[in-house]
């Protein structure tokens, strides 16, 4: 292949990636050319290119899938090669074809390449043969139920099913026991089809503590290959990696050395060229098995260019334009450590369901050598059900694990975004955890140490809820001397006097909301010489406390104990970062009744934004407590919707098909007399 040079790219994607490719494409003097649909035309990836194409509506089906429009805005602008991103053509040989026929580089593997990985079963049968080791399952085309069922059985439970078209944690079951079987089966499949058009499963072993450790490997069109090292992503939620880092905490240089050569191997298997991921499982004896090959750049590459100080984007567009790897592996270093966080528009406390909403606010923290961020939003972006709802990756590093995790659990605590609930809190209280300190990791880290993580028992809380009531109480007596001194100025605006019972002189009695529980509050204030005292008494404990407010930073003694916090607050919800932990509450207006009732009932509710994908029982139908009624899509997510109760479906508002807007009711149901 000769080379060439590129004026004009175009970059068939959006968001963070689009951004993050526009970047260093303008440093190396190329000039770029981004496509939009109806719901981003004032997007940031829009304003930062030089030109761009309006490529349909909003729905990615309608606009980014469709590869005639993206070949077309090519040819329009007369860019030279188009660079996919990942997600959305990334990994479409049909595209990749397309480009070729058109004259167009796709900045990506070749077609044949794609096509090899694009199936989990034949990566497999190709890996196979290349002799890197597999997960055991079954991988055949027969896909039978009868067949699927028969190797899980042979196999044992846990099983997972995973769609051969799968990624990103859609259309994969586990499957626990023989009698779960089928109900997985149908639920796998039916993701499968909604998200890639093919049901076809494997079924593989299921590991029950493993790592998730990935290989960078990167090849050229002249017969070289280098891997640029691991990646640990095993802490995960819905099999979706949270928080990635460089290198595996743990590796040896020989395990190293042995992944990379068998990265290498499945990538020449395919007569790979460009950016590739090799994703293996890693067993606690240190065994590893290869569970697939993404054709593309990853998510969480930019750990891999912060340890190695090398721009991955840069590689990918010298290596399709026909140069040599910038590299040899002898060339490549490993230095320090790195993290990559990523932020999302998700409720933690709701199983991580997406949320949608208006980035009201949005202050990332300041960037340096050692912290990075990479977004595609600016303050006042939609964050709309059409997309990924990642707001941004902060990745950051330093010289060894635990100075990056300081940098890292510091940069979330400055991390502002109001208008919608993140999983800012979460990652802080994730990071700062004791087994992630002690890099403690595998695939179900969340899981096992949810309490830790979530801080959900009142225990935990013993420190926080003290800090929330005394932050309250001096934000009011700072907004009432603010009111004074200003007379007519608007208060804070949880701060609603009817929510002030002032139960008798000095005595305050409110209601902390705190992961959807209330708990109530009392605080007497009494002075002092030495200034203000509070008595706080909640859970039947009291606190003696002290406490001042700067800004927004809180200095607090409670029983003699000295701590500080930091406090972001928006539209009445407040989130309180100390040293170790972060906690979001709001105060319960006193005339909304009991968040319990509402959990209850709120099951036959829609939880977000979304689509009705299936009705799973009749009108008139009598169902027990748990029974799943529906299922709902979000975000190319399913989401079931079981009875709360036993009892009776009466009707169900909204058909197969229909739009439904967060909150709506779905079912009408009488539950049975207890
Ligand atoms: P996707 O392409 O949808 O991301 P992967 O095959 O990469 O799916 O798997 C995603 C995650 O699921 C892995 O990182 C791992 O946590 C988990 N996983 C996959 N296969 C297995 C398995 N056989 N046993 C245990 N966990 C697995």
């Given at each position: 292949m000769s080379e060439q040079h590129f004026e004009k790219i175009l970059i068939a994607n959006r968001g963070e990636i689009a951004c993050r490719v526009i970047r260093t494409a303008r440093n190396m003097g190329i000039r770029t050319v981004a496509v939009y649909s109806d719901a981003d035309k004032d997007a940031l990836h829009v304003s930062m290119a030089d030109e761009a194409v309006h490529i349909g509506a909003a729905p990615s089906r309608e606009s980014y899938l469709v590869y005639e429009r993206v070949i077309d805005a090519a040819l329009k602008t007369g860019a030279q090669a188009i660079h996919p991103g990942y997600g959305f053509l990334s990994e479409n040989a049909g595209f990749c074809e397309a480009c070729r026929d058109n004259n167009i580089v796709f900045i990506g593997p070749p077609v044949a390449a794609i096509e090899a990985m694009g199936s989990k079963s034949a990566a497999k049968q190709i890996m196979e043969a290349a002799g890197v080791p597999l997960v055991p399952g079954y991988h055949g085309d027969d896909q039978d139920r009868d067949i699927l069922k028969a190797a899980a059985d042979d196999m044992g439970y846990p099983v997972l099913l995973k769609a051969v078209a799968g990624g990103g944690g859609k259309g994969m079951r586990q499957v626990w026991s023989a009698g779960e079987f089928d109900e997985a089966l149908n639920a796998a499949r039916r993701e499968a089809m909604n998200g890639f058009g093919n049901d076809d499963m494997l079924v593989e072993k299921y590991l029950t503590q493993p790592r998730h450790v990935e290989i960078q490997v990167f090849c050229d069109s002249h017969g070289n290959g280098v891997y640029l090292f691991e990646r640990d992503c095993s802490v995960q939620r819905r099999h979706q990696k949270v928080i990635e880092e460089a290198p595996a905490p743990g590796m040896t240089d020989d395990l190293r050395a042995a992944m990379g050569e068998a990265a290498l191997r499945a990538a020449r298997a395919i007569d790979y060229q460009g950016a590739g991921t090799v994703e293996f499982l890693l067993d606690s004896d240190d065994a590893f098995y290869f569970m697939e090959m993404n054709t593309r750049l990853q998510v969480e590459h930019p750990v891999t260019e912060m340890i190695t100080g090398q721009d991955l984007v840069e590689w990918q567009l010298r290596v399709a334009a026909g140069e040599v790897l910038p590299a040899t592996q002898d060339q490549l270093t490993l230095t320090g450590h790195a993290f990559e966080a990523r932020i999302y528009a998700e409720d933690p406390d709701n199983d991580f369901l997406p949320v949608t909403g208006t980035l009201s606010f949005l202050q990332p923290p300041e960037t340096s050598e050692h912290v990075r961020v990479d977004t595609g939003v600016l303050q006042g972006d939609e964050v709309s059900v059409y997309y990924d709802p990642m707001i941004a990756k902060l990745i950051v590093w330093d010289e060894n694990r635990d100075k990056a995790l300081q940098r890292l659990t510091r940069a979330l605590r400055e991390y502002r975004i109001s208008g919608m609930t993140t999983n800012l809190e979460f990652l802080y209280n994730l990071a700062n955890s004791a087994p992630f300190r002690a890099a403690d990791l595998d695939t179900g880290f969340i899981e096992k140490h949810h309490s830790q993580i979530f801080h959900d028992t009142e225990a935990e809380l013993e420190r926080e809820l003290p800090l929330a009531a005394l932050y309250l109480v001096l934000e009011q007596a700072r907004a009432a001397q603010r009111e004074r001194a200003a007379s007519g100025d608007a208060s804070s605006p949880w701060f609603d006097a009817s929510a002030w019972r002032l139960n008798e002189p000095n005595v305050q009695s409110f209601e902390l909301a705190i992961h959807d529980r209330h708990y109530p509050v009392s605080v007497e204030q009494s002075g002092s010489a030495d200034g203000t005292r509070y008595r706080i008494s909640f859970g039947g404990k009291t606190i003696q406390a002290q406490g001042n407010l700067d800004g927004s930073e809180l200095s607090a003694n409670l029983d003699g104990y000295l701590l500080r916090a930091s406090v972001a607050e928006h539209e009445g919800s407040f989130s309180l970062y100390t040293q170790d932990s972060a906690l979001s509450f709001s105060l319960v207006a006193?005339?909304?009744?009991d968040a319990d009732d509402a959990g209850a009932g709120g099951g036959l509710t829609a939880p977000m934004n979304g689509t009705m994908v299936t009705l799973l029982v009749e009108p008139g139908d009598e169902v027990k407590a748990d029974d799943a009624l529906l299922v709902m899509e979000a975000m190319k997510m399913e989401h079931t919707i079981r009875a709360p109760k036993d009892g009776k479906v009466l009707a169900f508002f909204y058909q197969p098909g229909d739009l439904v807007d967060g909150g709506a009711e779905l079912v009408e149901f009488e539950a049975s007399e207890a």
């Open positions: 006193p005339d909304l009744g």
